[in-house]
């Protein structure tokens, strides 16, 4: 194998809990809830799917439900599906609404799983590619940045600078091409089985995690370097406990 392709949210990222998200915007509204209140509306909140990167709509309003399956197009379609999300649960502000969407891409809502920073130097030590391709409408680079990730990775292809969305195999191709790669010789990595499964149509080989806490998901990562044949050197003598 000669690249490495990653899904983003769920792979090597993981959002934070519901209820950070919405304590992270109240706090930025400079606005207090008792904490009996915020419980219920981070719990409703999460039932509805508002947290991108979070769990998937346990229903479709009739008003999100038409932009809901293209909605990884465009920043704007992005923003007006899951802030018409969460416009469905009550709040005590409407300000509230885009300051949570807001609140979503920025660096501080985003942890990396513990395995990721060695898997990802160990393929840069190999010299193998590395992309990272996502269904998202906001720009994830600087996310890479703040938590010292994005010397490790060599082209971002993104949906929503595109137009185009996973499974769509042009969307794995632009990536491949990217990192001058052969997608007979690339792996996709990735938490959806039908988005990032897409990859496959275009010969390359898939490999599944689970969409997962970060405490719950230590080393799901780290197989991958078994399929390209790189080891990092810190492993060299058997596997390490991740810190």
Request: with cysteine; net charge negative; hydrophobic share 45%.
């Amino acid at each position: 194998m000669t690249a490495v392709l990653f899904d983003f949210s769920g792979t090597l990222f993981r959002v934070e809990s519901t209820e950070s998200w919405l304590r992270g915007a109240l706090a930025e509204a400079q606005m207090e809830l008792a904490e009996a209140e915020l419980a219920e509306a981070a719990q409703a909140l999460e039932a509805m799917g508002a947290l991108p990167g979070g769990i998937d709509p346990s229903w479709l309003p009739e008003d999100v439900a038409s932009v809901w399956g293209v909605r990884d197009k465009s920043s704007e379609l992005h923003r007006a599906a899951y802030t018409g999300l969460s416009r469905h649960v009550p709040l005590p502000d409407d300000r509230l609404h885009d300051l949570l969407y807001d609140r979503h891409m920025a660096p501080a809502a985003w942890g990396p799983y513990p395995d990721a920073a060695d898997v990802l130097g160990a393929l840069r030590e190999r010299g193998i590619g590395v992309g990272v391709v996502s269904n998202i409408g906001w720009d994830l680079r600087p996310v890479f940045r703040e938590h010292g990730l994005d010397a490790y990775v060599d082209a971002y292809v993104l949906s929503y600078e595109h137009g185009i969305q996973k499974p769509d195999p042009r969307l794995f191709e632009v990536a491949c091409a990217a990192l001058d790669a052969d997608p007979r010789e690339v792996v996709m990595v990735g938490d959806n089985r039908r988005a990032d499964g897409g990859a496959a149509a275009l010969g390359c080989a898939v490999h599944f995690v689970d969409h997962l806490p970060a405490d719950q998901r230590p080393d799901a990562l780290r197989p991958v370097l078994d399929l390209v044949g790189a080891v990092p050197r810190a492993n060299a003598g058997g596997p390490q406990q991740n810190k």
